[in-house]
């Protein structure tokens, strides 16, 4: 682990009194106790927190976890990046699915007669000049999607901001999607591919819980 992203760790830990700082030393906090509930006492967003955390601690980017609710995106949990120019997003946050990568990765995953009364019922706002609205080309781009299994939104959401987005699973069933927000003035070949290789692990991490 890279020292940046386990100090940011370490700090959380203490932060939630799983640890205890003492001087230059860590020691066991009483917030260990907690760890003893049954794994099935715990919900999506517990799950998916320490995740989306080491995401952003990665990548230094706007990172978050997205679930459905009906025809739209919620923003279950989001960590904001430390720089100065940022995208941030609050949880409980609502956005329609069509604009965001979140939102793409998650459609991208529905079953054909499910993804058939999405066109037919929901209405898809244009957010900018880059949006993609119409079905044909929405449809190009779940094909794409289920392919490679990264989505993007260049700017479709708002303008200046990249978005990417990998769908997770749990138990066998979709539950959302990891994503991440960049600046478009960072958002160069290199980022592009970490960005993807961090959503692909935390998918993996959370199929694998």
């Not at 066109?119 to 119409?134: G, K, Y």
């Not at 392919?147 to 479709?156: C, F, K, P, V």
Request: glycine fraction near 6%; hydrophobic fraction near 45%; proline fraction near 5%.
């Amino acid at each position: 682990i890279p020292v940046s992203s386990l100090s940011y760790l370490l700090s959380t830990l203490v932060e939630r009194t799983y640890l205890i700082r003492d001087g230059r030393r860590y020691r066991a906090g009483p917030g260990l106790e907690r760890l003893s509930v049954p794994a099935s006492a715990l919900s999506l967003a517990d799950r998916v927190e320490p995740l989306v955390k080491v995401l952003r601690s990665d990548l230094d980017e706007t990172a978050s976890f997205m679930a459905r609710t009906g025809w739209e995106l919620e923003a279950l949990v989001t960590e904001a990046s430390g720089q100065h120019l940022r995208y941030a997003i609050d949880a409980g946050h609502r956005k329609p699915l069509h604009s965001l990568a979140a939102g793409k990765a998650i459609l991208a995953t529905l079953p054909e007669a499910e993804l058939a009364r999405y066109f037919a019922e929901c209405p898809r706002p244009r957010f900018t000049a880059l949006t993609v609205v119409d079905e044909a080309p929405l449809r190009a781009e779940l094909e794409t999607i289920r392919r490679d299994g990264i989505a993007e939104a260049h700017e479709e959401d708002t303008k200046g901001i990249c978005g990417l987005a990998c769908a997770a699973w749990f138990e066998g069933e979709a539950v959302g999607a990891f994503a991440v927000a960049i600046p478009e003035v960072r958002f160069d070949k290199v980022m592009n591919q970490r960005a993807r290789t961090a959503l692909a692990r935390a998918a993996a991490s959370l199929a694998g819980s």
